[in-house]
């Protein structure tokens, strides 16, 4: 089990009455992701506001209608995350005629994995690999390699034909490219947003992160293919078919962003099997 | 009341064993739109198959793992739709803030409608129009007169924004163009396969149709933005983001098809309120 | 006659051995335009350069090979423009079939103006309108009422059907949206880089300026779809099909810019027929 | 040396009276490719039209004004195309900083070769490669090797981004996609169109061919990335940036066409030193 304290805190300038957010920045509550602590503080006293649990992977919508002025959304959590591990070598793909209906929506293109037009070129490089797991992790190794990290690289319409073209992207790019060579592989793959625990300083101050799950063996296995995290401190906020489906937040009306300021922590309590993130050979679930 | 016969029949050389279909052709279960009698006869006798009904506005999925050699699929249904009919002018939006949560996804962009590309597009042509139905149908009214319908202009990767930039489609590409100014305009849209009944003959054969359902006033209204058949008669078949969800066959393996052959009948029996479908003022919702 | 004085400043810090720049920063030489003095200045004194005169509307292209390090390049010219002035509604259109076949060219797609993809739509807006000048004239008032000028909303490979789709740009984008429908219209039109004397400052510092020659009545005539500048004041440095062929700055090698610095003063003397540049309802040519 | 017969019929259906034509059929003059004999029939008695000789690599432009109704061209033509021919190994590039101001153009990107993109892509692949025409020949064989060749599987809007991504295309798309490689690795590229002597029947009746030129040692040296062509039997029609520049037909007005019908023929003659094309390790040139 690891366990990780979040902090977080969103800061906006609202222009107009009625300003209306959707952010998806609670940790989602799963059977294998608990929240054991939460406090949510918005600065506005006089601001609408509800959090609206989803089935959706344990999701949890915040809605906010705001009042012009200044906005401050700080969200602090202590979540527990157990991981459901296996051995890469025995996880087998699912048979696209075995795939439960739900699972199959992920195996279709998506606004930024537009996997249809992508079905030759992951047939040329990795249909002669062997099936499993290790035929996702190739994918997710290729990408890595031919893609390279640069901050501020990439837009809001960037999608995975283009980084496929021009090589270079932030996590949800990485995270998009996967997820459509994937599909374009028959694999279903998903798109989750968390947290980066483990990132590299270098790349930048902490951030919301962007990862891949892939349908394996009945279950959904988790993949970081811009290897800017450590795969088991990744905390789930939300889970889609990609970036569309779930930024952290989606905003209506006339209003200005600061950078997020994010923090994430792991505690160590070896006595009752607590440990720090660490990178680990095996498979990893937590869907 | 309307009531149609629909006819249907899929025909397909299979090269490899176990090639998978997922159809979309049985008409949709829901409190509008009845089934009183359908049968479904598939050619090979060891080809396997289940039909599997979804949450999704009633759509079933049939899936069928077919053998080598031909294969062909007969639908046969007997339908009966009631409308839901509003007065266009009573027919409010509902703002953002209060979407229902499953509804919220059908204003994200999607593979086919990019939505997040046309913000300024929508804003400049439609935001100034009085909110309500009649934005929608003004929505539906610029696609019909600025796009040309012309069979085959346009191929599986055409989207959106290919549609409004080349100005010619069929009605898949007439009903992403408008989904994708509808959600631009904050208003949740999506698509709809289903059947074309009393389509000009002069477009072809009749064919499986795309139409679009947009969220007003709490129910999904129907709209047909390549104007090509009568709405009173479309029969849902399946609901979706965009065409990416609801293709009528999505085929793994290596097969040829035939054009698939189609052919809706109205009945008329006054006596019992089953009328022929005709174009009507009123806004229709089977949603 | 307008007399224009230029003072340009360009600075790199170059980081490897060899760095090769193309630059198009002096002013054209031309029937129309004269330069009576002009100075060159490069920081690096043992950089190699050259100055080559093209054939191509009377540009000049300054090569040069920069050493590691800084690098100011500094240019000062007083030109002077005469413009061939004529009554718009005196102007045709060069029939397709009579159109020289170095004009041609300019007829075709190109890198950021893809006007085989636009033929419908500038057929739409633009073939019913009256033959001549005022159909260039109203495709140059389309673009500029239909987009947003906003700094830094588009990038290096922005091209006219992002602009068209997006409906905000700079003035390259403007250019580039209104050759592409010129195009597609038969109207041959060019890419013209310059400065922009009589912007608004309110737009940013001055800046390098994109404008728009289409060729009507055997000439090529000015045209300024971003309406940023004052047509009579904008000095040619090079033209082209578009930005591909124009940048002020094509760049070989590990550099970094700087924003360049631009002033553009206007002289007066109407003793001697030296007018500022104004804006005028005639149609004004300098090729 | 070798000699070729050339027949070539065109057929068109004219709906409007003064329908313009612009045809690359005429073999082009230049140094290494003479023409002994041809001849042009033009069936409607009353066509206006011109043969243009253009300064562009000897190519001759046909403009043709015709009346409604049946349209037929056929052209014969004996040409005789003498190589230039080096040992690849002794063919180096030139570096950007000395290339002459005319060839700098073919460096750029254009319609259909989006260059600019795939800076990083070519960097990965081809800039650890050893300098010179080796360099360019990795590229076509990258571009032969992932590539597919399949008929009708692109059309008129297809451009190099789109068949690095979706893997397949005709000889036309693999040109574009060897030329935007090329130039994004800093080799001059350019798009001849020809004929295709040595064709597989396999691929289709006999049709125009595109191939490429690279700038290396001071020439321009053919490629042929579809490899469906043995290259000493090409023979040069037109030449420029991509196929926007030199498509066989430009047309204007409203026109059906058939499917042209070309004959390529090799003469053998050793006594005059006239040789049957065939495959060869040497770098040919005829430019």
Same mark, same amino acid.
């Given at each position: 089990m690891v366990k990780l304290q979040l902090e977080l805190e969103l800061s906006y300038t609202v222009f107009e009455p009625g300003a209306d957010f959707f952010f998806y920045i609670h940790a989602a509550c799963t059977q294998y992701q608990t929240v054991s602590f939460e406090s949510l503080d918005i600065s506005q006293k006089h601001a609408r506001w509800e959090v609206q649990q989803s089935q959706n992977v344990g999701q949890r919508c915040l809605r906010l209608s705001a009042e012009p002025g200044a906005l401050h959304v700080r969200y602090l959590a202590t979540v527990a995350i157990t991981h459901f591990c296996a051995? +890469? $070598?025995?996880i087998a793909e699912v048979p696209v005629s075995q795939l439960p209906l739900e699972v199959l929506h992920y195996i279709y293109p998506s606004r930024y994995c537009q996997s249809d037009r992508l079905a030759n070129f992951a047939m040329g490089l990795? $249909?002669?690999? +062997?099936?499993?797991?290790a035929r996702a992790q190739a994918i997710c190794e290729w990408v890595r390699q031919h893609v390279t990290f640069r901050s501020n690289s990439s837009n809001a319409s960037t999608a995975a034909v283009d980084t496929l073209v021009e090589r270079v992207g932030v996590c949800r790019d990485f995270a998009h490219l996967m997820i459509a060579l994937c599909r374009a592989s028959n694999l279903p793959a998903r798109f989750v947003t968390g947290t980066d625990y483990g990132a590299d300083p270098a790349l930048g101050p902490s951030d919301f992160h962007a990862y891949v799950e892939v349908y394996l063996g009945g279950r959904w296995y988790l993949f970081d293919p811009s290897g800017t995290a450590i795969p088991m401190g990744m905390m789930r906020l939300a889970t889609g078919r990609d970036a569309a489906d779930v930024a952290f937040a989606t905003i209506f009306g006339g209003v200005m962003s600061e950078q997020p300021r994010i923090r994430v922590l792991a505690e160590s309590d070896e006595a009752h099997g607590v440990s720090l993130p660490s990178h680990t050979h095996l498979a990893l679930s937590t869907a």
């Amino acid at each position: 089990m690891v366990k990780l304290q979040l902090e977080l805190e969103l800061s906006y300038t609202v222009f107009e009455p009625g300003a209306d957010f959707f952010f998806y920045i609670h940790a989602a509550c799963t059977q294998y992701q608990t929240v054991s602590f939460e406090s949510l503080d918005i600065s506005q006293k006089h601001a609408r506001w509800e959090v609206q649990q989803s089935q959706n992977v344990g999701q949890r919508c915040l809605r906010l209608s705001a009042e012009p002025g200044a906005l401050h959304v700080r969200y602090l959590a202590t979540v527990a995350i157990t991981h459901f591990c296996a051995e +890469p $070598a025995q996880i087998a793909e699912v048979p696209v005629s075995q795939l439960p209906l739900e699972v199959l929506h992920y195996i279709y293109p998506s606004r930024y994995c537009q996997s249809d037009r992508l079905a030759n070129f992951a047939m040329g490089l990795f $249909a002669h690999l +062997p099936q499993g797991y290790a035929r996702a992790q190739a994918i997710c190794e290729w990408v890595r390699q031919h893609v390279t990290f640069r901050s501020n690289s990439s837009n809001a319409s960037t999608a995975a034909v283009d980084t496929l073209v021009e090589r270079v992207g932030v996590c949800r790019d990485f995270a998009h490219l996967m997820i459509a060579l994937c599909r374009a592989s028959n694999l279903p793959a998903r798109f989750v947003t968390g947290t980066d625990y483990g990132a590299d300083p270098a790349l930048g101050p902490s951030d919301f992160h962007a990862y891949v799950e892939v349908y394996l063996g009945g279950r959904w296995y988790l993949f970081d293919p811009s290897g800017t995290a450590i795969p088991m401190g990744m905390m789930r906020l939300a889970t889609g078919r990609d970036a569309a489906d779930v930024a952290f937040a989606t905003i209506f009306g006339g209003v200005m962003s600061e950078q997020p300021r994010i923090r994430v922590l792991a505690e160590s309590d070896e006595a009752h099997g607590v440990s720090l993130p660490s990178h680990t050979h095996l498979a990893l679930s937590t869907a």
